[in-house]
Nanobody
Framework: VQLQASGGGLVQAGGSLRLSCVAS????????MGWYRQAPGKQRELVAV????????????DYADSVKGRFTISRDNAKNTVYLQMNSLKPEDTAVYFC??????????????WGQGTLVTVSS
């Protein structure tokens, strides 16, 4: 399984960017897809994640408090793709953003995968 992320870049504060990440390979089920970020000198942190529902649960979404109301995560399940729409960007959003997915290639396991990072730089 491979994750291919795209969409980073340089933007002024208050601007917007959209990140995309496509999962490819031997995929039976995508259990979750989301985004983490790591700023210089800081630990990697969860930004947003969308989990796949089951027969008895709905899809779930979770955001870091720092991005709630500004970022929106969405998924195209048919394309195994996750998007992160980032609005009202702030300089503190500057980081390398990593796509993450929890994927099953068989009914018996689920593994975590990481994409390559994509740099988001927000200038003040």
């Amino acid at each position: 399984v491979q994750l291919q992320a795209s969409g980073g870049g340089l933007v002024q504060a208050g601007g917007s960017l959209r990140l995309s990440c496509v999962a490819s390979g031997s995929i039976l089920r995508v259990n979750a897809m989301g985004w983490y970020r790591q700023a210089p000198g800081k630990q990697r942190e969860l930004v947003a994640v969308r989990t796949t529902g089951t027969m008895i649960t709905d899809d779930g979404t979770d955001y870091a408090d720092s991005v709630k109301g500004r970022f929106t995560i969405s998924r195209d399940n048919a394309k195994n793709t996750v998007y992160l729409q980032m609005n009202s960007l702030k300089p503190e959003d500057t980081a390398v953003y990593f796509c993450h997915a929890q994927i099953s290639d068989s009914p018996w396991d689920s593994r975590a995968y990481w994409g390559q990072g994509t740099l988001v730089t927000v200038s003040s």
